[in-house]
Nanobody
Framework: VHLVASGGGLVQPAGSLRVSCAFSRFTFSTYYITWVRQAPGKGLEWVSSININTGTPSYVESVKGRFTVSRDNANTLYLQMNNLKPEDTALYYC????????????WGQGTQVTVSS
């Protein structure tokens, strides 16, 4: 799966931003489209996923109530981020995974989100 993330930028604390992920046609082995982020000097952190078959979203606890993942009828995944905090500053990647997240089927390049006053 080919994925391209976009929409990052600089936003003030408590602000909002929407990042997008354009993806190619899924293979039969793809079950999830996922947002993963990497803050400066830290490891990868799973942020949110959507099951491509059921549409069921899931979120890491730290973004629940602030972030919303959605998918349009074509091939774009969105992450609406509200009430952003400085600790949300990271490089945001979109990636696709197989059954039970046992393997990746594709990674996009990252889009930088910086939350700062």
């Amino acid at each position: 799966v080919h994925l391209v993330a976009s929409g990052g930028g600089l936003v003030q604390p408590a602000g909002s931003l929407r990042v997008s992920c354009a993806f190619s046609r899924f293979t039969f082995s793809t079950y999830y489209i996922t947002w993963v982020r990497q803050a400066p000097g830290k490891g990868l952190e799973w942020v949110s996923s959507i099951n491509i078959n059921t549409g069921t979203p899931s979120y890491v606890e730290s973004v629940k109530g602030r972030f919303t993942v959605s998918r349009d009828n074509a091939n774009t995944l969105y992450l609406q981020m509200n009430n952003l905090k400085p600790e949300d500053t990271a490089l945001y990647y979109c990636a696709s995974f197989g059954f039970e997240f046992r393997y990746s089927t594709g990674w996009g390049q990252g889009t930088q989100v910086t939350v700062s006053s």
